[in-house]
């Protein structure tokens, strides 16, 4: 007998089918609205927006609670999780399917929605009525698909006992992060777009718009670099392959809105300040956007497959004509506003911090570019010539290994660049640590390393980084120079005065951490496959793995198998390391490996077990130099970006050390001549 | 000029300090370059050297069933079998090549990971560097044309004076170029000359 009076499933489900009504109504009634000048109805769009945030949050913790309650009888929870898998996971399982994963967007929408709409209410009024709109678009777009396609509260008609459970793999702290924060990221990304379009729609062209957004784009660029940087530590951890990245599908169409999204973080700053590149940023700001809504769909709609993509289904064509029409309608709004968009000015010269925005901008768009192509290009091979292929890392690795180095260069070019124009000695004097810098590391590695790409890449990174800490030493010896701080003090206010600048700084300079990370383990990584007999012992580089055995026992999710290795590292004795494989519960077949990993600064050792007879055993050993510096980037990242993300502190009133500038011209004078 | 100096031996000092790091780390890394290429040579290892062999084969192969991961590193039972079939064509004495074109043979080219680069495949490297490479040159173009353009109106002193935010008189660039931006910074606007 189905269950009577007040059920929370039920609730969910009336409150996801009522939700797009209101949302119709907010879509409709704002940009009326505006047009009749009727104030009460632009808050009446605003307050059914606000009553759609509720209804999906109801919905929401529906779901939740039909999770924590084990509710079987929901096909979803049924399918997203068992008796024996901890309550920790209920969080993965949620979104561990389509319809869970739709709904979560869902929700991360209306709020972001609720909270930009209510921050801005007052201060961008003129836009709101289309900022809603838009926003509600693309919420009615969402709850569609939970409506007709994808049903989270679809029910059995018989209560099943035990449920199936998450895909083990999913089953990692890695995993209860990165996905969410991707979505995260992609969400947010609708923010800046609404306000965008609705810029463009009223015709308020002014930078109020980007000003309005600008945190939100970097809240967005952000969560979507850390959902990257825990996916990569995910893949680092479960999939043992040694590896951390392996340009598969559903990682490149993450990637690619990140890339737009950066690219978009830099055009800004040109159109901020020298009101240029306008209509170039609002189409940033579209593909950024539009890519978001790529990769959700990538990743949900089954069209290309990969290790991360667990879910499949038919919404498919949905995403693609939603897709089809943001880009469509986007952009006939913009070419209609484009006379409005001119640039009061123009580019002054080839070498200036413009032209150097707009390289790093095409370099970027080339990224993008091989990477989509690369992810669509098996579809055209099949499409033109009926031969499946495949696009493997090969491809990337080759493609955008260059062009990523490129990039890290004008990393490095940029800020040396004056605005506008430069002159020849302005350039000589800005450049010449740097480029030191550059010759002195490369001569130095040639010795050490001997192979032209490692070298190149570390000499980069290296100018690059001499760059970025001379930026840091300039500002901190100037404000010491005027109000005669100690370093310290002198180095916490610098970055406090200026956050977005050297906030912006420290993001670099934690890229450039990521970089050695990256360059470190793909030109000097060691892997090795070797069968050991009990006490045999395997050398691979400078540790040696003598093999003790094999022990079986039981834990909470299922059986699991646990090796002991002895390791020597040079000789002598260092850890004992355990690599082993679960069978969890339900999913027998597919074991998951429990990667020993012993992290550190130079290089981690990475030993998985393969596979066993009665007295030998196989393991990949894999010897990942300076991989750490990839998280550690992350972290660095994590606090550049939230210092460049923290609001400015008001100007302050003028103070007495505001004479001294101009005090210490005659100084500055007398020596200027050298 | 203090600042002047200080300011470089502060860059200068760190980035010596990131080439020691480097210096330090690239001998380490030398070191597995070396035991990477000393490998292949083991002779008197042949099964250590087999494995690894195979698992660069199999490296290059995608796990027909299991996609986005390799042949060498994925956990299905199909790329298990396949390593073991990788395994016995390697003590059979087959090529790299040979063992490459039976999986193809088998499985279509869809089984390499790096599509062989003829006919159309040629686009898929190419498009890249052309989409970059034509975008650089449109990019330096246009610059290089409104430089021209500029250069004709001739760039009087007063105009570049007029510049609000980094000033660059050749009075003491460097200083008051730091000066102004801290000033920037600080107050919000830059000092009233």
Known sequence: MPEMAFDFVNLGRASLIVAPFFAIYAIVMGPLGDRSGRHDWIASARNALYVVTALVMVATI??????????????????????????????????????????????????????????????????????????????????????????????????????????????????????????????????????AMAALISGRLDAGWIRATRRWTLTAWGVLSMGLIFGSWWAYRVLGWGGYWGWDPVENVALVPWLAASAYVHSVIVTEKRDMLKVWTMVLVILSFSLSIFGTFIVRSGVVTSVHSFAQSSIGPWFFSFLGLILIVSFAI???RLPQLESRRKLDSLVSRESGFLFNNLIFMGIIFA?????????????????????????????????????????????????????????L?????????????????????????????????????????????QGITARRKVTGEAW?????????????????????????????????????????????????????????????????????????????????????????????????????????????????????????????QEDSATFYVFVNPLVSWIWIGGLVLVIGGLISWWPEPKPQPVRSSRSLPSGLQPQGAGSGDD | MISRNTSRWLTVGATLIVLAGLVFVSLSLAQNANSNAARPALEGDSDAAMTQT????????????????????????????????????????????????????????????????????????????????????????????????????????????????????????????????????????????
């Open chain 1, 334 to 336: 913009l070419m209609a």
């Open chain 1, 429 to 473: 004097r800005r450049f010449r640590w740097p480029m030191i810098a550059l010759v002195t590391t490369a001569a130095v590695l040639s010795v050490t390393l001997r192979s032209f790409w490692p070298v190149l890449s570390f000499s980069i990174c290296n100018f690059t980084l001499t760059t970025l800490l001379q930026e840091y030493a």
């Open chain 1, 488 to 612: 310290p003090l002198a180095t916490v206010r610098l970055i406090g005065r200026s956050r977005r600048r050297y906030g912006g700084y420290l993001v670099h300079i934690s890229i450039i951490f990521v970089a050695f990370g990256v360059i470190g383990s793909q030109f000097f990584n060691i892997e090795q496959g070797v069968t050991l007999s009990s006490g045999e012992t395997a050398t691979v580089g400078r540790y040696d793995l003598t093999y003790a055995g094999l022990t079986e026992g039981q834990t909470s999710q299922g059986a699991e198998v646990k090796s002991t290795l002895n390791v020597a590292r040079n000789g002598r004795d260092w850890v004992d390391l355990h690599p082993g494989k679960i069978y969890m519960e339900g999913f027998e077949e597919q074991p998951v490996s429990n990667i020993a990993i012993r992290y550190g600064l130079v290089e981690d050792l990475y030993i998985v077990l393969t596979g066993w």
């Open chain 1, 371 to 427: 990477t989509i192509f690369g992810v669509l290009f098996p579809m055209i091979s099949e499409l033109v010539r009926g031969v499946q292929i495949t696009v493997g890392p090969p491809y990337y690795n080759r493609v955008n290994g260059p062009l990523m180095l490129l990039l890290m260069a004008l990393m490095g070019i940029g800020p040396l660049l004056p605005w506008r124009q430069a002159t020849k000695k302005q350039l």
């Open chain 1, 62 to 195: 529906a779901l939740f609670y039909a999770f924590i309650t084990k509710d079987y009888s929901v096909f979803y929870v049924y399918q997203n999780t068992r008796e024996s898998q901890s309550l920790l996971y209920t969080w993965t399982a949620f979104w561990g399917g389509n319809a869970g994963s739709l709904l979560f967007w869902a929700a991360g929408l209306v709020i972001v929605s609720s909270i930009a709409v209510t921050t801005n209410w007052r201060t961008q009024y003129p836009l709101m009525p289309y900022v809603i709109s838009v926003l509600m678009i693309i919420a009615l777009f969402f709850l569609c698909l939970l409506v007709f396609v994808a049903d989270p509260f679809e029910r059995l008609d018989f209560v099943p006992p035990d449920g199936r459970g998450l895909n083990p793999l999913l089953r990692d702290p890695g995993m209860a992060i990165h996905p969410p924060l991707l979505l995260g990221g992609y969400m947010s990304m609708s923010i800046p777009y609404a306000f």
């Open chain 2, 54 to 193: 195979m698992l660069r084969i199999g490296d290059d192969l995608q796990c027909p069933i299991c996609e986005g991961q390799s042949v060498a590193y994925s956990n299905s039972r199909l790329a298990t079998e396949m390593r073991e079939q990788i395994t016995v064509q390697l003590q059979a004495g087959a090529t790299e090549a040979e063992i490459k074109q039976y999986f193809v043979d088998r499985y279509g080219v869809i089984v390499l990971r790096e599509p062989p680069r003829t006919g159309l495949n040629l686009l898929l490297w190419q498009m890249p560097f052309i989409f970059v490479g034509v975008g650089i040159l449109i990019l330096s173009w246009t610059l290089m044309q409104t430089r021209r353009n500029k250069e004709k109106v001739a760039v009087t002193a007063n105009e570049s004076a007029s510049l609000h935010s980094e000033p660059s008189d050749e009075v003491d660039p460097e200083i008051r170029e730091l000066l102004a931006q801290y000033d920037e910074e600080l107050f919000g606007s830059a000092p009233t000359k």
